[in-house]
């Protein structure tokens, strides 16, 4: 039996600030039966999504809509070594309400690379080493949270995207289930968002004239979709992990997919 009625793909983009269009930013939906199509944003001057728009949609989307997963390519959270050096509580909203705090990175006019540099925000306050990386980036070989200005990084994606996550939190409450955060099953008929790393999947689809932005939002879309189908994707939800390795990923986060 399907746990979702829609699946929705997300390819995240870090650039620039906050209300700019962003060709990085690729959204791909599907239904239980339909092949994934991409999704653009409403009528307006922009051609591509903004963060702030995309937030706004999917906060829209989500109260109004069918039983949804929606997955997104930046981490949730970061590595335990960084709430023991800046002295965090070891659960995730407490972690989303400090670091909006110290890294403003929703605010208008504002870069990623502004608050790393000391012109707005306190990012230096609550900075991280590229060498810590959690444990579900250990077991897929993805890079840190951290790593910042190298080929295939989400370090810039993940410090512009955690403020939105906190924005959907506020503004969506109960209707949706952040995994594992909320739980590692979540409760019928709620709407879920996940951590998702599209190179696990992307090459497994025909490319068909995407680029790569597309292609990772549309390979995420597809891979939920047939998850469900096939009945495994609450086996996914329930990873047998250890019960160390999950309590470490209650704080840390972990990729959905990701044994």
């Known amino acids: 039996m399907r746990k979702f009625r829609r699946y929705l793909g997300i390819d995240y983009s870090g650039a ?17 039966t339909q092949e994934p199509v991409e999704i653009l944003p409403p009528p307006s001057a922009k051609k591509y999504f903004t963060r702030r728009g995309l937030a706004e949609w ?14 997104i390519d930046h981490g949730f959270s970061f590595p335990i070594p960084y709430f023991e050096a800046h002295k965090i509580g070891r659960d995730w909203p407490t972690f989303l309400e400090d670091f909006h705090k110290h890294w403003p990175t929703d605010e208008d006019h ?12 306190r990012g230096a306050e609550r900075a991280g080493l590229s060498k810590w990386r959690r444990l579900t980036e250990e077991r897929c070989r993805a890079k840190s949270v951290f790593h910042f200005d190298v080929q295939g990084s989400v370090a810039k994606s993940t410090h512009a995207g955690l403020p939105w996550l906190l924005y959907l939190r506020r503004q ?6 952040f995994w594992p955060f909320d739980g590692w ?3 019928p008929q709620v709407s879920v968002i996940a951590e998702v790393y599209p190179s696990l999947w992307s090459k497994g689809f025909a490319n068909e004239g995407r680029n790569g932005h597309q292609q990772d939002a549309y390979s995420i879309a597809k891979w939920m979709q047939e998850q469900d189908a096939a009945g495994e994707l609450c086996a996914q939800f329930e990873t047998a992990l250890s019960p160390a390795v999950k ?3 209650q704080v840390e986060g972990w990729i959905l997919g990701v044994a």
Request: charged letters at 15%; glycine letters at 10%; proline letters at 9%.
């Open 185 to 187: 099953n979540p409760r």
């Open 58 to 71: 999917l906060a829209t989307e989500l109260r109004d809509g069918p039983p949804t997963i929606v997955g």
């Open 110 to 121: 504002t870069y990623v690379d502004f608050v790393r540099k000391g012109a707005c925000g």
């Open 172 to 177: 969506l409450g109960a209707r949706v289930h």
């Open 247 to 249: 309590a470490v990923a």
């Open 16 to 32: 620039q600030t906050p209300t700019q269009s962003l060709t990085g930013i690729r959204v791909y939906s599907t239904f239980p």
